[in-house]
């Protein structure tokens, strides 16, 4: 199986644009021979997220899909239920605040005094207890194919990026068998993934026979928030911590990491694997493969 040296986008419903002005900023240093040199920097932004007329949390983002990653944080932090009519997301790029309204009256003062950071990178934050609801999460069995992670790995891995603009940035994947569907990016992980649960319930989206692809390392975060969402799988080029591990074990999640070229290593849902991809056929993946398709 050789890698795409120029993947066609076309299959994902959304995609980076790595060329969005806002996203990015030129700067100018020294390089290692102390010449003059001039670079793409990921930019920051704080995102104030409201529920109703309750002020949740402030979190730094790159500013793309506010209204997704403000739906996904909300959803993932348990504080809208599966019935809520959710009746306004309204956006302010000035004030830089995102309101979701519902039809039911919410009031959090409670959670919001038991918040938890996590490992994730910008540093993750959840509130209340990081396993609430998860002792009746039920997974469904789904089987996953060798090739098909193969086949994701090649293309996402080529796919133009802000990681291979910029870098500094992680990207989560929503997939289909062996087609990547959404691909967002932040500069935290637990941000990238929240996007995708807020673009999943805004269409409507079912989770049961989909893959979680990510960038970052499996931790206890990740895993939780990828098994409350309701997809089976959650798959990195990263590897594991040992809660993660044991929180995937015991939610049934099929858990992949170290996912570069031929190799992987699956850690729990392994009876699930179909074997139907010769290790011996895939080619190996370079150490960094740059945005115009060369090794970098």
């Not at 009256?105 to 005094?113: A, N, R």
């Not at 893959?211 to 309701?230: C, N, P």
Request: aromatic share 6%.
């Amino acid at each position: 199986m050789q890698l795409a040296q120029n993947p066609d986008i076309s299959d994902y419903l959304i995609a980076p644009d790595p060329a969005a002005p806002r996203l990015t900023r030129a700067v100018e240093g020294v390089d290692h021979d102390g010449q003059r040199t001039t670079i793409r920097v990921v930019e920051e932004r704080p995102l104030t997220i409201y529920l109703n007329s309750q002020e949740i949390v402030t979190a730094m983002t790159i500013g793309d899909y506010p209204e997704f990653l403000a739906l996904g944080f909300l959803r993932n932090q348990h504080m809208l239920r599966a019935d809520d009519e959710i009746t306004g997301v309204d956006y302010d790029e000035e004030l830089e605040v995102v309101v979701v309204r519902t039809a039911r009256q919410t009031d959090y003062e409670d959670k919001l005094s038991r918040k938890t950071r996590t490992s994730g990178c910008a540093v993750g934050t959840v509130f209340g207890d990081m396993m609430e609801g998860l002792s009746d999460v039920i997974l469904p069995h789904t089987p996953v194919r060798t090739s098909s992670l193969y086949a994701l790995s090649a293309k996402i891995n080529r796919t133009p990026s802000l990681y291979l603009e910029a870098g500094a940035i992680h990207g989560t994947v929503l997939c289909q068998g062996d087609r990547p569907l959404v691909y967002m990016e932040d500069v935290g992980r637990h941000n990238a993934v929240d996007k995708i649960a807020g673009w999943m319930l805004s269409e409507e989206v079912l989770a049961d026979d989909k893959i979680l692809y990510t960038t970052g390392r499996l931790t206890s975060e990740m895993v939780i928030k990828t098994a409350m969402m309701g997809i089976p799988v959650l798959a990195s080029r990263s590897g594991f911590t040992a809660w993660g591990v044991e929180i995937a074990q015991q939610v049934g999640l099929t858990l992949i990491g170290r996912m570069k070229g031929r190799r992987f290593v699956c850690l729990s849902g392994e009876e699930r694997l179909i074997r139907d991809a010769d290790p011996a056929a895939v080619a190996d993946e370079p150490a960094r493969i740059g945005r115009k398709g060369g090794v970098a």
